[in-house]
């Protein structure tokens, strides 16, 4: 088994989530924390009762704040590099909720230098090309216009690179080497990069002239940014980000690692037609059935490194459809092309209905990138 | 004597000019190029007849082309974090003259987080100020407003950050730490900016859609700016700029170290009274005189150290009556005094005059700044 690790700019190994919740001082999801939830939102979200999101940084705060008429904004983002995939979608479909249920704004940075920076050989046309894509992707999902604003870091560099620099002063190379690894190999673009990630926390706030709580929902490898500057934020006046960190959803190959587009077999991509989505699952799924289907019958498969069931969490979102699924595998009683048959349906779904969006999202990008 | 050292950061020591060619690798101006320069200018500046504007690199070249029909543009800056004073504006004037005789574009940077990233204890809102005061200044000393463009560095970031990141990623930190000698206690605002910097070396041609050649006139202090980033910008399509670099103007006290507005008894401020300026050549500057006037007289002063006749080398255009005043002074003809009030006079004529335009310079900010 390879070695954890899980940073923003590597996750390897199977993951250990409560070892990481020890190792990054932040608190579980507990079963009060999700019934505080539901006080507001009356259902929890299939990913709240099924662990996806597991931890939180200063998430009840948020929750008193917000009883007592304080409210609070979201914010996540997306560095573009290549086309979007379904590991990716589970954050924004989460966070898509929360903007529902508690009828709050969203702000959504497209950090179009983070993945030039760090990846020595991607080209600056490339990366705008994907930022564009990227951006239809997520209209697609179904964000409200009116209560979403994207940021994109070279185009809203006008507003960003002035409070990135009140945040740069706090951090020295010295806290950066510590918390991401880095060498002095690291180019002077990367190592300025995090104090961009950190201007969103507070950057609404002073736009729209608000005083609201910010809660960021992420992939628990981007945690290292905000644990390096949410100290800073509070030095320079401004409230310290909560955070509620998602599991990762694991690769169609096994369930070590983290999903990539840049490895195809992987990844299914949200613009991935249903044959290829079929292709894909029947060819790459990692499965967690018996060698024949004699043994199958007989001793069942393994949901929890079945990756078809894995991802049934991710899209089934009827809770007895799933268990019903989850028991008949373990029973045998379905086979793993079985499962894998049901994923696909269920995936070519909601993929088919998100490429229909897609099409309509060029003329929506106006209304979602910021004007300031 | 203390130790030279020579960078943006730390001037100290008593400099010795043709040391800096040999360690900076730049090339000393030869009567020959002051030949050339004055092939296109009719006559010399003051500046360079007296050795003030020293050395460069790449200057023959941007001349040779400009015979040929290919202009250049000038680049050149100011870290605003308090007032100016007379040592600053020596480069400046020098490229005013440039200006007219070359009839050229001047692109003049306002970085004005740098002195807020490396001085810990500057507060933003007083950085600020003083961007505002400077431009007030620059603006006076009669720059052709039709061909004179301000880039601020906070306020275009919304240009400069994209094209910034392109030189980041090409500069490691390792670079940075052996060209400035920053060590990792270092803040990552202060690490990147020297990308920023480097940004209108090549920003003017994106922004008119030209290929000129870009000359930059500054005290050698700023030189490793571009020694490190020369080669990059190249790299990146663009031309490697031209440079021609002068000395610095020595501080009141003493020929060591440089003129600094943190240490108001080694300068006068271009917004000093004219009882202000007396009182502190009076007070303060450095005299090469003897310690009676009865020794005075026989033996005469040193013009080397004294700072009045150093200081006139920058004020007293007519080489003839500089000239005889050094004479005098080193027969002991003129005394300390004398010349000194000499000075007081000459810098008297200019700064009222200066601070006439001055009052004028805000309705002309508009003009100055870039609009993209």
């Known amino acids: 088994m390879k070695k954890q690790v899980v940073n923003p700019y590597s996750v390897e190994g199977s993951i250990d989530y409560d070892k990481l919740i020890t190792e990054f001082g932040v608190k579980k999801i507990t079963p009060e924390v999700l019934k505080e939830i539901q006080g ?56 898509k909720w ?50 979403t604003h994207f940021l994109i870091d070279t185009k809203h560099a006008g507003i960003m690179y002035p409070e990135a620099i009140k945040v740069a002063k706090k951090i020295t190379f010295s806290s950066i080497k510590a918390a991401f690894g880095f060498t002095d190999s690291n180019n002077i673009g990367s190592i300025f990069y995090t104090a961009m990630q950190t201007v969103p926390i507070f950057l609404p706030n002073i736009l729209n002239k608000k005083n609201e709580n910010c ?26 980000p909560a955070i509620i960190h998602a599991k990762f959803m694991p690769p169609l190959t096994g369930t070590e690692g983290k999903m990539s587009s840049s490895n195809p077999d992987t990844a299914i991509l949200l613009t991935d037609s249903p044959k290829e989505v079929a292709r894909k699952i029947n060819k790459y799924a990692f499965s967690g059935g018996q060698p024949t289907i004699e043994e199958h019958r007989k001793k069942g498969g393994n949901v929890e490194v079945d990756v078809a069931c894995q991802w049934l969490k991710y899209f089934e979102d009827d809770d007895k459809k799933l268990a019903e ?8 009683e379905l086979l793993s092309g079985e499962v894998k048959k049901i994923l696909i349906d269920k995936i070519n779904e909601i993929l088919t209905e998100h490429q229909k969006r897609r099409k309509n999202a060029e003329k929506l990008i106006n209304q979602f990138v910021w004007k300031s």
């Open 325 to 332: 699924i989850y028991e008949k595998y373990s029973k045998g």
């Open 215 to 240: 809660l960021i929902p992420l992939g628990i490898d981007q945690d290292v940014h905000f644990r390096l500057s949410r100290d800073i934020v509070e030095k320079l006046g401004h409230k310290k």
């Open 40 to 95: 507001f939102t009356g259902e929890l979200h299939p990913y709240l009762k099924r662990g996806i999101f597991f931890a939180y940084r200063d998430l009840k705060k948020v929750l008193d704040d917000f009883k007592k008429g304080k409210k609070f904004f979201l914010y996540t983002g997306r560095a573009p590099s290549g086309p979007i995939h379904l590991g990716h979608i589970s954050v924004w479909l989460f966070m």
């Open 98 to 147: 929360l903007q529902e249920k508690f009828d709050v704004e969203v702000w959504f940075q497209f950090p179009d230098e983070e993945k030039f920076l760090f990846k020595q050989d991607t080209k600056w046309e490339d990366i705008q090309k994907w930022t564009h894509e990227n951006i239809l992707d997520v209209i697609a999902l179904g964000f409200n216009p009116k209560k």
